[in-house]
């Protein structure tokens, strides 16, 4: 037998929301022997890919799982789905555009909701983007122009670890030469690595990130501040940051759940938005939110040009209804609303509420996805499948809602079906099932 | 083999010569044909008025920042929504339709080619994306040179053929169908938050002017033989007084194309022909620059004409967004991109009684009313700028009516009423005329041949409408006129049923058409290689990654050109 050596470059990393596209990969006799370019993250996921999964489709026989053939684990999903009064569609942010797009299809045939992983990180974000608008841009734009950049309740450096280096901070760009053309500056509870890298580290007090947004906005618009000190603050210090971002000729806030998901949720977000916003009747600023898995924006990007709304779609009256509270993914579950689950690349009973797995226990759960996980232990269909940028290609959208095509770069164990192929027979059998009620 | 005969319609085919003519019309697979067998599907037309299907030359309805829009206003969508069967899928309105939705309701209208008119390079194959989730229609798209780094380089250095190359390698990575321009320079200046004023400002950083980029892409559109003009949005747009810019940018062409041909297109005039020196006199410019396109072939423009609604403006032209956004208050979405544009968005309601408002629906219908050669202007709202497409209807009342413009007129604001010359223009436009500016003509403008008529061997794209041009007046009836429009009897896409009494019947998938201007190969060898040396200094993303593949599009329709370099 000879082994065959390749090297791959200008591989996209289908990790975080950054999708590095410059990861050179070697493949050797058909397994990803190793990977540059990339990050530590990157090279675990790209090397051990292939570690713990199985195989075989698996469905629930007398409280056991036990393995099936792909048309058994198809049709029983179409039955499951086909006679659920209202199913819900979760997931998404870690597969292709088409699989999101075959889902959507999917939640109209069966009157479900549609909701996305955003409904638990950057949903906030999007409501106060409903609010306020967003001025932001691509990231080609900070790597160029910024030189002044804030990242808020965001530590890149373990999230997004080449985002600094890409994007932001330590890239260079036309009109920036060096990190000293840029002042960078972190507002987080804790130092965090990201915070070593900075020029100045503003320690707030947890759940007090609206207060402190306020205070800059005021001092942006030239209002007094009546208190010394504000989110643990001293209000010199948030002047002098006002001044700063004032003063720059470019600026960019950074924001991540450590602004969407504590106290004040999508008012902190309202408050961001407007404070870029005012910001710019002075200078240039933008603000853009470090969504996490790589292809979460690209679920919000097809919900949105499929039925208007970027996540918590309910399709069940026949047409895309949306409200954030009463049609997002924990809340329907919660209520124990929904009959049957769809999770797709995604994992809710280990960080979900816990009255939501008590409730997906009840029901049953079809899960598609690469890895084993605490959602398919609970399942009754179990779906294994190919991993979008290693074995298999198809569309995603950066964190800054730039369209890329992911190509693989080994092929997939034999037997093995995509998140797409799939998905598109259990729409077809749902068809099948439906038009013939 | 599928047969079809529409029978004994009023046919209007302008391309043809036909007005209004009694004719049968046979078809093939999909094509236009002499005749059919017996055994063809009749459509019975009698009574009705048959058309080429509609081709839209300048509508918003995909990509980034159409996107954008949707993600910024669910409150656009809940009040008009589109069910789920097992033809069609659901979707929502209103200003800025779901892809799907977006399909239905322009095959609803009779159109059967729709042209997204804007989309930043980097961002096309999010177009492309959405393109192909739009049914029924053919389309394609153009992306937007002008505030690039690589055109503004190459035109500063005088590289004009290698400026031509670039673009040619641009067209075929982004599958892009024609040249847009949008406030070339300007955008470039607004990615600094800063403005370019008229033709002479130069762009920061780079030592160009407007006036040489709209001429250095002219130049390079004709070098590549690229089936449509420069397709220009002006510098200036909104601003008070720029009718002046309008003149001085389509002049600003003159003589580049040589044999009377159209070298440039203006796209939504309406936005940039203003006079005045403040917003308490602003006025409309439409004579001066009717005038101007009267003496001059050169020029081509559209309507892009504003209804009284509730919409949402997007462009590329960011500046003026965050002017609209300072203007109404409004919630406003800012997005630039890296090296190439920028966007931006901001919902807006067209009101009767605001005097500006008023001025702008004058502007856009003296433009069509005063501009002779209806070959020259289309019609078009610049969707969802100006309005919805679904408002057409209403616009062509306008147009064939001079009872209905009274009728609208009479509810204008007063002052603006009175500054307008709309009152005194008595011109009606008839069938033909109507049916140049929404598809015989715009079909001409972007070379598509086999479109904009129904001659033999043209695509079986038809329109057929419940109106009988021999009783009914649509000077006085314009309302049968409306009605009759907004709902096609039948609409033909590709010899194929798609439309019955206005509902969808059928819904394929439409064609992607662009352009593949061919470059002699060392030259296109020598600029993808100065390319490939700035890419990476210039993007975040890889230059193989940046290319899109013809793979990506559902439907792919090529269209071969030979350039001249």
């Given at each position: 037998?000879?082994?065959?050596?390749?090297?791959?470059?200008?591989?996209?990393?289908?990790?975080?929301?950054?999708?590095?596209?410059?990861?050179?990969?070697?493949?050797?006799?058909?397994?990803?022997?190793?990977?540059?370019?990339?990050?530590?993250?990157?090279?675990?996921?790209?090397?051990?890919?292939?570690?713990?999964?199985?195989?075989?489709?698996?469905?629930?026989?007398?409280?056991?799982?036990?393995?099936?053939?792909?048309?058994?684990?198809?049709?029983?999903?179409?039955?499951?789905?086909?006679?659920?009064?209202?199913?819900?569609?979760?997931?998404?942010?870690?597969?292709?555009?088409?699989?999101?797009?075959?889902?959507?299809?999917?939640?109209?045939?069966?009157?479900?909701?549609?909701?996305?992983?955003?409904?638990?990180?950057?949903?906030?974000?999007?409501?106060?983007?409903?609010?306020?608008?967003?001025?932001?841009?691509?990231?080609?734009?900070?790597?160029?122009?910024?030189?002044?950049?804030?990242?808020?309740?965001?530590?890149?450096?373990?999230?997004?670890?080449?985002?600094?280096?890409?994007?932001?901070?330590?890239?260079?760009?036309?009109?920036?030469?060096?990190?000293?053309?840029?002042?960078?500056?972190?507002?987080?509870?804790?130092?965090?690595?990201?915070?070593?890298?900075?020029?100045?580290?503003?320690?707030?007090?947890?759940?007090?990130?609206?207060?402190?947004?306020?205070?800059?906005?005021?001092?942006?618009?030239?209002?007094?501040?009546?208190?010394?000190?504000?989110?643990?603050?001293?209000?010199?210090?948030?002047?002098?940051?006002?001044?700063?971002?004032?003063?720059?000729?470019?600026?960019?806030?950074?924001?991540?759940?450590?602004?969407?998901?504590?106290?004040?949720?999508?008012?902190?977000?309202?408050?961001?938005?407007?404070?870029?916003?005012?910001?710019?009747?002075?200078?240039?600023?933008?603000?853009?939110?470090?969504?996490?898995?790589?292809?979460?924006?690209?679920?919000?990007?097809?919900?949105?040009?499929?039925?208007?709304?970027?996540?918590?779609?309910?399709?069940?009256?026949?047409?895309?209804?949306?409200?954030?509270?009463?049609?997002?993914?924990?809340?329907?579950?919660?209520?124990?609303?929904?009959?049957?689950?769809?999770?797709?690349?995604?994992?809710?009973?280990?960080?979900?509420?816990?009255?939501?797995?008590?409730?997906?226990?009840?029901?049953?759960?079809?899960?598609?996805?690469?890895?084993?996980?605490?959602?398919?232990?609970?399942?009754?269909?179990?779906?294994?499948?190919?991993?979008?940028?290693?074995?298999?290609?198809?569309?995603?959208?950066?964190?800054?809602?730039?369209?890329?095509?992911?190509?693989?770069?080994?092929?997939?164990?034999?037997?093995?079906?995509?998140?797409?192929?799939?998905?598109?027979?259990?729409?077809?059998?749902?068809?099948?099932?439906?038009?013939?009620? | 083999?599928?047969?079809?005969?529409?029978?004994?319609?009023?046919?209007?085919?302008?391309?043809?010569?036909?007005?209004?003519?009694?004719?049968?019309?046979?078809?093939?697979?999909?094509?236009?044909?002499?005749?059919?067998?017996?055994?063809?599907?009749?459509?019975?037309?009698?009574?009705?008025?048959?058309?080429?299907?509609?081709?839209?030359?300048?509508?918003?309805?995909?990509?980034?920042?159409?996107?954008?829009?949707?993600?910024?206003?669910?409150?656009?969508?809940?009040?008009?929504?589109?069910?789920?069967?097992?033809?069609?899928?659901?979707?929502?309105?209103?200003?800025?339709?779901?892809?799907?939705?977006t399909g239905y309701r322009y095959a609803r209208l009779g159109y059967t080619t729709v042209f997204e008119p804007a989309t930043p390079l980097l961002k096309t194959r999010h177009t492309h994306e959405e393109l192909n989730d739009t049914p029924i229609v053919d389309k394609g798209c153009f992306p937007l040179f002008g505030n690039d780094w690589h055109t503004m380089e190459y035109l500063q250095q005088g590289r004009l053929e290698e400026c031509a190359a670039y673009i040619a390698w641009m067209?075929?990575?982004?599958?892009?169908?024609?040249?847009?321009?949008?406030?070339?320079?300007?955008?470039?200046?607004?990615?600094?938050?800063?403005?370019?004023?008229?033709?002479?400002?130069?762009?920061?950083?780079?030592?160009?002017?407007?006036?040489?980029?709209?001429?250095?892409?002219?130049?390079?559109?004709?070098?590549?033989?690229?089936?449509?003009?420069?397709?220009?949005?002006?510098?200036?747009?909104?601003?008070?007084?720029?009718?002046?810019?309008?003149?001085?940018?389509?002049?600003?062409?003159?003589?580049?194309?040589?044999?009377?041909?159209?070298?440039?297109?203006?796209?939504?005039?309406?936005?940039?022909?203003?006079?005045?020196?403040?917003?308490?006199?602003?006025?409309?410019?439409?004579?001066?620059?009717?005038?101007?396109?009267?003496?001059?072939?050169?020029?081509?423009?559209?309507?892009?004409?504003?209804?009284?609604?509730?919409?949402?403006?997007?462009?590329?032209?960011?500046?003026?967004?965050?002017?609209?956004?300072?203007?109404?208050?409004?919630?406003?979405?800012?997005?630039?991109?890296?090296?190439?544009?920028?966007?931006?968005?901001?919902?807006?309601?067209?009101?009767?009684?605001?005097?500006?408002?008023?001025?702008?629906?004058?502007?856009?219908?003296?433009?069509?009313?005063?501009?002779?050669?209806?070959?020259?202007?289309?019609?078009?709202?610049?969707?969802?700028?100006?309005?919805?497409?679904?408002?057409?209807?209403?616009?062509?009342?306008?147009?064939?009516?001079?009872?209905?413009?009274?009728?609208?007129?009479?509810?204008?604001?007063?002052?603006?009423?009175?500054?307008?010359?709309?009152?005194?223009?008595?011109?009606?436009?008839?069938?033909?005329?109507?049916?140049?500016?929404?598809?015989?003509?715009?079909?001409?403008?972007?070379?598509?041949?086999?479109?904009?008529?129904?001659?033999?061997?043209?695509?079986?794209?038809?329109?057929?409408?419940?109106?009988?041009?021999?009783?009914?007046?649509?000077?006085?009836?314009?309302?049968?006129?409306?009605?009759?429009?907004?709902?096609?009897?039948?609409?033909?896409?590709?010899?194929?049923?798609?439309?019955?009494?206005?509902?969808?019947?059928?819904?394929?998938?439409?064609?992607?058409?662009?352009?593949?201007?061919?470059?002699?190969?060392?030259?296109?060898?020598?600029?993808?290689?100065?390319?490939?040396?700035?890419?990476?200094?210039?993007?975040?993303?890889?230059?193989?990654?940046?290319?899109?593949?013809?793979?990506?599009?559902?439907?792919?329709?090529?269209?071969?050109?030979?350039?001249?370099?």
């Amino acid at each position: 037998m000879t082994l065959s050596k390749k090297i791959i470059p200008n591989v996209i990393c289908t990790f975080c929301g950054a999708t590095c596209d410059d990861l050179e990969v070697t493949v050797e006799d058909g397994k990803v022997q190793t990977l540059r370019g990339g990050c530590s993250t990157s090279l675990n996921k790209f090397v051990n890919y292939n570690v713990e999964r199985h195989l075989t489709p698996l469905v629930k026989k007398d409280g056991k799982l036990e393995e099936t053939s792909y048309e058994d684990a198809i049709a029983r999903s179409a039955g499951i789905l086909a006679n659920a009064k209202y199913p819900i569609l979760y997931g998404w942010s870690s597969t292709s555009n088409e699989a999101s797009r075959a889902g959507l299809e999917l939640a109209e045939w069966v009157g479900g909701v549609m909701d996305n992983t955003t409904t638990v990180c950057h949903g906030p974000t999007l409501l106060g983007v409903h609010d306020i608008g967003e001025v932001s841009a691509s990231l080609g734009e900070i790597r160029q122009r910024a030189d002044m950049i804030i990242y808020w309740g965001s530590n890149p450096v373990h999230s997004h670890p080449h985002h600094v280096m890409r994007y932001s901070a330590l890239s260079k760009g036309r009109f920036r030469s060096s990190r000293k053309d840029r002042t960078m500056v972190v507002v987080d509870v804790r130092k965090t690595d990201t915070a070593k890298l900075a020029d100045q580290f503003i320690q707030i007090e947890p759940n007090s990130d609206y207060e402190l947004m306020c205070a800059l906005r005021m001092a942006v618009r030239g209002d007094e501040l009546e208190q010394d000190i504000i989110a643990g603050v001293p209000a010199e210090r948030i002047e002098e940051l006002a001044d700063l971002m004032i003063s720059c000729q470019f600026g960019v806030i950074f924001f991540g759940v450590g602004l969407t998901m504590t106290q004040g949720k999508h008012r902190n977000i309202d408050v961001a938005l407007s404070l870029v916003r005012d910001l710019n009747s002075r200078t240039k600023f933008i603000i853009m939110p470090m969504r996490g898995w790589y292809n979460v924006a690209g679920a919000n990007q097809v919900s949105a040009w499929v039925t208007g709304y970027p996540y918590a779609v309910d399709l069940s009256q026949g047409y895309p209804r949306y409200n954030p509270g009463d049609t997002t993914a924990v809340d329907v579950l919660v209520r124990g609303d929904c009959d049957a689950a769809l999770v797709v690349a995604s994992d809710p009973v280990s960080n979900f509420p816990v009255e939501v797995t008590r409730h997906l226990a009840k029901i049953p759960v079809i899960t598609i996805d690469p890895h084993p996980s605490a959602t398919s232990l609970i399942s009754e269909v179990v779906f294994p499948t190919t991993i979008v940028g290693i074995e298999t290609g198809g569309g995603i959208y950066r964190m800054d809602g730039v369209a890329m095509v992911t190509k693989p770069v080994v092929s997939p164990p034999p037997g093995l079906h995509s998140d797409v192929e799939i998905l598109q027979d259990i729409l077809t059998h749902v068809k099948k099932l439906k038009m013939g009620q | 083999m599928t047969e079809l005969l529409i029978r004994n319609g009023f046919v209007y085919d302008p391309l043809n010569g036909i007005e209004g003519e009694k004719a049968d019309i046979s078809i093939r697979d999909g094509k236009v044909v002499e005749s059919v067998g017996s055994g063809a599907t009749v459509i019975d037309a009698n009574g009705m008025i048959v058309m080429p299907g509609g081709v839209d030359i300048h509508s918003h309805i995909a990509g980034s920042k159409v996107n954008a829009g949707r993600i910024l206003r669910p409150e656009d969508h809940e009040k008009d929504v589109e069910r789920h069967t097992s033809i069609t899928r659901a979707g929502t309105g209103h200003s800025i339709p779901s892809t799907f939705t977006t399909g239905y309701r322009y095959a609803r209208l009779g159109y059967t080619t729709v042209f997204e008119p804007a989309t930043p390079l980097l961002k096309t194959r999010h177009t492309h994306e959405e393109l192909n989730d739009t049914p029924i229609v053919d389309k394609g798209c153009f992306p937007l040179f002008g505030n690039d780094w690589h055109t503004m380089e190459y035109l500063q250095q005088g590289r004009l053929e290698e400026c031509a190359a670039y673009i040619a390698w641009m067209l075929r990575a982004t599958k892009g169908y024609a040249i847009k321009v949008v406030n070339p320079g300007g955008v470039e200046a607004w990615r600094w938050g800063r403005y370019l004023v008229g033709l002479e400002d130069k762009v920061p950083n780079f030592d160009i002017t407007p006036r040489e980029i709209i001429r250095g892409v002219c130049k390079a559109n004709q070098l590549l033989h690229l089936p449509h003009t420069i397709h220009v949005h002006t510098n200036d747009l909104a601003k008070i007084g720029n009718y002046q810019t309008t003149i001085d940018t389509m002049d600003n062409v003159r003589g580049l194309g040589g044999d009377n041909k159209p070298v440039i297109h203006i796209t939504h005039v309406q936005f940039t022909g203003r006079t005045g020196s403040a917003w308490h006199n602003i006025g409309s410019g439409a004579p001066e620059i009717a005038d101007y396109v009267n003496k001059h072939d050169h020029v081509t423009v559209d309507m892009g004409q504003i209804v009284f609604m509730d919409t949402t403006t997007m462009t590329a032209d960011g500046g003026f967004q965050y002017m609209l956004y300072q203007l109404s208050g409004n919630k406003w979405m800012n997005f630039d991109v890296e090296v190439e544009t920028g966007a931006g968005i901001v919902p807006y309601r067209y009101r009767r009684n605001n005097y500006v408002n008023a001025i702008q629906w004058g502007i856009g219908l003296e433009l069509a009313l005063l501009i002779k050669d209806p070959w020259r202007i289309y019609l078009t709202t610049d969707h969802p700028n100006g309005g919805t497409f679904t408002k057409y209807p209403k616009i062509i009342s306008w147009l064939m009516s001079r009872k209905a413009r009274e009728k609208s007129m009479a509810r204008i604001n007063s002052i603006a009423r009175n500054k307008l010359d709309l009152p005194d223009i008595d011109r009606e436009y008839t069938f033909s005329e109507i049916a140049i500016v929404t598809r015989a003509g715009t079909a001409k403008a972007l070379a598509l041949k086999q479109k904009g008529h129904l001659g033999v061997g043209a695509d079986a794209d038809v329109a057929v409408y419940n109106l009988n041009p021999t009783k009914v007046d649509p000077s006085k009836e314009y309302r049968l006129v409306r009605r009759a429009l907004k709902k096609a009897a039948f609409t033909i896409k590709d010899g194929r049923i798609v439309v019955k009494n206005g509902e969808i019947v059928e819904a394929p998938t439409g064609r992607t058409y662009w352009v593949d201007s061919k470059v002699s190969e060392g030259l296109m060898h020598k600029v993808e290689s100065e390319i490939r040396d700035t890419f990476t200094d210039y993007y975040t993303l890889q230059m193989d990654n940046y290319a899109m593949d013809d793979s990506e599009l559902v439907r792919s329709s090529r269209v071969n050109v030979k350039a001249e370099i």
